[in-house]
């Protein structure tokens, strides 16, 4: 009982070690530059899931959408105990038009028969108040603070579902495969920070709007044509 007892220990501390590497991997000294890169990386990343033709549900509900979650990469790697982490940004629903981007960091960790390292694109669909209440706080847990559901892909595009997110993942050209149930999101102030030239909360990038960056209108501009059916 003992030996099981320790060894459930050094997994949990070998679990949050791999989380905090994640979230350590992506606050390494933001600039301007690197920030404007993942910004360029997430329009890319939208894009491609907007003009793949399995995606009619995606594009039918978008416009539904408060705010669109997206992660160029999300990196799962590990044997026994592993983890997942990466980035995102965010834009929300302005009236007929989106504002943002604002920073997020993404870190999750997972005990099972794993081996190898798989990166994964996401984009995720922010369907309720309280999904966007949630990312203008610190840090939630998709799953745990807010419902979450895997959006449907081809002959599933009629599925009606109710979830706070819907969210799509997809590795090697392959949708799903990756389990964000319980996957942290938490604001990357060093990020805003850099993107914006002075520190910035989701707040003040998404609601009052008193921090701006033209060249994030690059992103919001794909949401628009989504909506408006302009691929």
Not at 17 to 36: H, I, K
Not at 145 to 153: I, R, W
Request: with cysteine; glycine share 12%.
């Amino acid at each position: 009982m003992l030996k099981a007892i320790h060894t459930t220990s050094r997994l949990t501390v070998l679990l949050a070690a791999v989380a905090a590497l994640g979230l350590a991997a992506c606050a390494s000294q933001p600039t301007r530059d690197e920030t404007q890169a993942r910004v360029d990386a997430a329009r890319t990343t939208l894009d491609n899931f907007v003009r793949d033709p399995d995606m009619r549900w995606f594009r039918d509900h978008v416009g539904r959408a408060k705010a669109v979650l997206i992660s160029p990469q999300i990196v799962q790697a590990g044997f026994i105990v592993g983890g997942s982490g990466g980035s995102a940004v965010l834009i929300s629903r302005n009236g007929d038009a989106w504002a943002g981007p604002a920073f997020y960091r993404i870190a999750a960790g997972s005990i099972g028969l794993q081996a190898g390292a798989q990166a994964s694109e996401m984009v995720a669909l922010v369907m309720s108040e309280k999904g966007v209440n949630s990312l203008l706080s610190t840090s939630f847990k998709l799953g745990g603070d807010v419902s979450v559901a895997a959006g449907p892909v081809g002959a599933g595009a009629g599925a009606e579902i109710n979830a706070d997110m819907i969210v799509y993942t997809r590795s090697r050209g392959l949708y799903g495969g990756l389990n964000l149930d319980g996957t942290v999101i938490s604001v990357d102030d060093g990020r805003n920070h850099a993107y914006y030239g002075r520190a910035a909360t989701p707040v003040d990038i998404l609601i009052t709007h008193s921090v701006s960056n033209p060249h994030g209108q690059t992103l919001a501009r794909v949401a628009s044509n989504a909506v408006n059916g302009d691929q």
